[in-house]
């Protein structure tokens, strides 16, 4: 595995594998690598010739009160598993040859940002956007693999591709999750052994709400009581910051249903915050 | 000369003639040729096997009420002009086709932006760094080429390059001068002949300022006074936004000179809003 940590490398390196007519699949994370992870990577290694992984633990999407400084990181074992599936090359820069002395260009998706973790998280998707297109341009993917998890953040970034007339194929994967369905998320280090079996009513919720669309409710307010009653339910739970069925395109609450619809989680279980979603077809 | 109107196979063409060793030379324009865009066209065709123009009123560039419908337009005699400089390809998307419903994706250069003319026309670089980012991912230049008139067009851009790793060369041409040395500009039709020859005043105003500088006044708040006296002695401009000397990389106004000063100008003849510059070097 080639480690490359400066950004001109590794727009170079990738400039002379598409010259040679080579594919590139990208994965770009913030380390501390689970399953969830491993399941983009293999999906990348499987559609392309090349696959480059980057950790880069972004300052510029993380909130004054949030969790950059304690955010986990392991390099020496993240470094193990990408080796492990034979990742081709691992890009890992500096903070300070992403964000040098007098940076202050920002791409903003307008309107998608401000929803769901965006009314909470102010800045968050505008420090995402901005990562990633640099990213993109450094890295110049043919495609690039996101998780379903953050499913907020792949529409926004699928937006800002077409929008900005990106050249890369944004390809958003399935949730993995814990065998108990807590969705994987290099956060969930955070939770306490009785936090972590209270993190479990978050897929409960959303397969009860799934189910209850299924069975017959006809309005999406009435599967949002009833995801925040199971949720309000759970005592470890210190704040629920929305649970409810929302338009897949502008997350907009819906107040009838479409032929896909959005069921989405944002809770706190102590300090830590966790999200989680499905999608429910018609 | 080719004439390409889709963004996809704008963008195809130009990877193809990358992939065939090809640089490409980019000269983004909104029409109304002059021969300051001439010289950009001359330069990019000396330094490159491709040279890309591209024709296109940008609405997001202009504040609700500027000129963008008024803005002038002549295909034909552009076409013209482009064929005698064999030019190889005119790159001219319709609005609709940059701008598809739902768009929602901005660039802004912060601080930059709300400067000089930022102050005047708010939003107006962001709706500049937006269009040139799209044009830059659709073209694929190896080099982009502005005059300096625009210089805080020029050095927003840059940083925008800069900041977002894009691969771009940008280089900054000089300004062509009428004879009578006011600045070439597509926005000089909209004067009429009393005011034609009023605008002189402007590229006088920044001469006169660097014949003072170079002559020995040795603060730029002097500089700075002079140059807003001989511009209200003209009777025709209506309105000074800004004159004086600032620092050609922050646009703060100076309070000791620096080895590069820009002396910038920005007034209303008329409703004819007009720039200019020039750097004063020690």
């Known amino acids: 595995m080639e480690n490359i940590r400066i950004p001109r490398i590794m727009r170079e390196t990738s400039k002379r594998h598409l010259h040679n007519g080579r594919t590139i699949g990208f994965v770009p994370t913030m380390g501390a690598l689970h399953e969830g992870h491993i399941s983009l ?73 401000d929803k769901l973790c965006g009314v909470f998280r102010s800045g968050h998707f505008t420090g995402v956007a901005t990562i990633v297109c640099k990213l993109f341009n450094i890295v110049k993917p ?82 949002s009581k009833h995801m925040h009653d199971m949720l309000m339910a759970e005592p470890l739970i210190s704040e629920i910051q929305y649970a409810g069925v929302y338009d897949v395109n502008t997350f907009d609450e819906l107040n009838e249903f479409k032929k896909q619809n959005l069921i989405a989680v944002a809770v706190k279980i102590g300090s830590t915050r966790l999200i989680d979603n499905i999608i429910v077809e018609f």
Chains 1, 2 share one sequence.
């Not at 290694?45 to 090349?50: G, L, T």
Request: with cysteine; aromatic share 8%; glycine share 4%.
């Open 41 to 113: 990577i293999k999906r990348a290694k499987s559609e392309n010739d090349i696959v480059v992984v980057s950790i880069f633990v972004n300052p510029t999407q993380f909130g004054p009160n949030e969790d950059f400084d304690k955010y986990p990181r392991d390099l020496e074992r993240d470094m193990e598993k990408l080796r492990k599936e034979e990742v081709h090359i691992l890009f890992m820069p500096d903070v300070g040859a992403m964000y040098p002395e007098g940076f202050s260009s920002y791409i903003t998706v307008r309107g998608l940002s």
């Open 142 to 223: 043919t495609a690039a693999y996101f998780g379903q998890k953050d499913f907020q953040q792949a529409v926004i970034i699928k937006r800002m591709i077409e929008d900005l007339n990106m050249d890369v194929n944004l390809i958003i994967c399935p949730t993995v999750r814990e065998n108990d369905g807590l969705a994987m998320s290099s956060r969930n280090v955070y939770l306490s052994k009785e936090e972590r079996i209270a993190a479990t009513v978050i897929f409960r919720t959303l397969l009860s709400a799934s189910q209850a669309i299924k069975s017959g409710i006809t309005n999406p307010v009435d599967v």
